[in-house]
T-cell receptor
């Protein structure tokens, strides 16, 4: 079973601060996805990265896939209360049939 | 636009009872799956299906059965509920299970408590 470790587990910051969430594994992945989940709802896909070293930006969110495709990071610039939620990374070694999720990072952004 | 619809939203069961969690999608997706989410453990794959008539086990299949008689529906059956099955269950679907990187759409979840 692949193991995806996310850090930190919890993060409480003030509006305007920057933060980075990490997703690490000893396995090589064909693709990695980041999701955000709000209370009482299912996860919602933010981004998919497939190429080693790939960087994608989604407004204030920057996602990076490690060169060796074993790790990824999510950087949020100038966090806002609307960024509050559970951030999950998920990866597969080939097909979407065997998607493995990380344990999640719970982010709280306060005014 | 319904997307992935799960019912019921909340359910309380007694140990030993059986029940079925319903999941339906209206996007003509081939791939459907069931996950359970427990505190500190992320989402774990229970069963999945890559098309009508085809199902396979995920990481934690014990105590659960699935079937896929139509493209739209993928019910999850708890055969004899146990307290360890208390969890939040999510159904998900995507266009294809054969390509990584497909967008996976999740339902809103079903909160199950077994007492």
């Amino acid at each position: 079973t692949q193991l995806l470790e996310q850090s930190p587990q919890f993060l409480s910051i003030q509006e305007g601060e920057n933060l980075t969430v990490y997703c690490n594994s000893s396995s090589v992945f064909s693709s990695l996805q980041w999701y955000r989940q709000e209370p009482g709802e299912g996860p919602v896909l933010l981004v998919t990265v497939v190429t080693g070293g790939e960087v994608k930006k989604l407004k204030r969110l920057t996602f990076q896939f490690g060169d060796a495709r074993k790790d990824s990071s999510l950087h949020i610039t100038a966090a806002q209360p609307g960024d509050t939620g559970l951030y999950l990374c998920a990866a597969s070694t080939g097909t979407a049939s065997k998607l493995t999720f990380g344990t999640g990072t719970r982010l709280q952004v306060t005014l | 636009n319904a997307g992935v619809t799960q019912t019921p939203k909340f359910q309380v069961l007694k140990t030993g009872q059986s029940m079925t969690l319903q999941c339906a999608q209206d996007m003509n997706h081939e791939y459907m799956s069931w996950y359970r989410q427990d505190p500190g453990m992320g989402l774990r794959l229970i069963h999945y299906s890559v098309g009508a008539g085809i199902t396979d086990q995920g990481e934690v299949p014990n105590g659960y059965n699935v079937s896929r008689s139509t493209t739209e529906d993928f019910p999850l059956r708890l055969l004899s509920a146990a307290p360890s099955q208390t969890s939040v269950y999510f159904c998900a679907s995507s266009l294809s299970g054969q390509r990584s990187g497909n967008t996976i759409y999740f339902g809103e979840g079903s909160w199950l408590t077994v007492v």
